[in-house]
Nanobody
Framework: QVQLVETGGGLVQPGGSLRLSCAAS????????MGWYRQAPGKGRELVAL???????WYTDSVKGRFTISRVNAKNMMFLQMNSLKPEDTAVYYC?????????WGQGTQVTVSS
């Protein structure tokens, strides 16, 4: 199984930006859909964006127009550009295949949006 490592989180003020990175231990070329999930304190994990191998993207309504997902198969990397961040975006962000099923979860990267 491909192992995934998320980086790029941090503390940012409302309205700020962050770029998350997801590095895979192996090839993601054959993986159809990959996505970014998040889990806010006291809440369940939710899918916020996905991208297919063909480049089709989907976003949950709350992040549309603010987040952009991308992937570079040749580098086994996936990214999430997050702009106009809001306090409600505070969560641990994870990358994984979609649907995640039994695919192992990484440690995630903490994103905190606060003034």
């Amino acid at each position: 199984q491909v192992q995934l490592v998320e980086t790029g989180g941090g503390l940012v003020q409302p309205g700020g930006s962050l770029r998350l990175s997801c590095a895979a231990s192996g090839s993601i070329f054959s993986i159809n859909a990959m996505g970014w999930y998040r889990q806010a304190p006291g809440k369940g994990r939710e899918l916020v964006a996905l991208i297919t191998s063909g480049g089709t993207t989907w976003y949950t309504d709350s992040v549309k127009g603010r987040f952009t997902i991308s992937r570079v198969n040749a580098k086994n990397m996936m990214f999430l550009q997050m702009n106009s961040l809001k306090p409600e975006d505070t969560a641990v962000y994870y990358c994984n295949i979609v649907p995640a099923g039994g695919s192992p979860w990484g440690q995630g990267t903490q994103v905190t949006v606060s003034s």
